[in-house]
């Protein structure tokens, strides 16, 4: 029984246990991807007007965005789930999910007029 607690709370800790994101490394892969070649160095002066403001913006939904570039440039079928951008798609496809992951984090952590902090 001891050895069964012991093998439930080990699975326990690891499906639970998921790294967080790593902000220094979501600012760094944020650097080295170039990204603010269009958003602006600080993720909040963007370089044309159309482009998003990104500092301040809801974690998931950049993660989201990211993930649906990607799927976007691999060709996947039309969905609500596929943003297609030649250049949006290109830089999307170079990502990891771990890159994903910090580079989202990084920017929801920067402070912005989009974020509303308590």
Request: charged share 15%; net charge positive.
């Amino acid at each position: 029984m001891r050895t069964l607690w012991i093998a439930l709370l080990g699975l326990g800790l690891t499906a639970t246990g998921a790294q967080a994101a790593d902000l220094q490394a979501g600012k760094a892969a944020f650097e080295k991807y170039t990204c603010a070649s269009c958003h602006g160095a600080d993720a909040k002066t963007p370089m044309m007007p159309e482009y998003p403001i990104l500092a301040g913006q809801h974690q998931d939904y950049l993660a989201h965005a990211l993930i649906a570039y990607q799927r976007g440039q691999a060709g996947a079928p039309a969905s609500a789930n596929v943003r297609k951008n030649a250049i949006m798609g290109a830089m999307a496809a170079q990502l990891s999910a771990v890159d994903i992951e910090n580079i989202s984090a990084w920017l929801s952590a920067q402070p912005s007029s989009l974020a509303v902090r308590k």
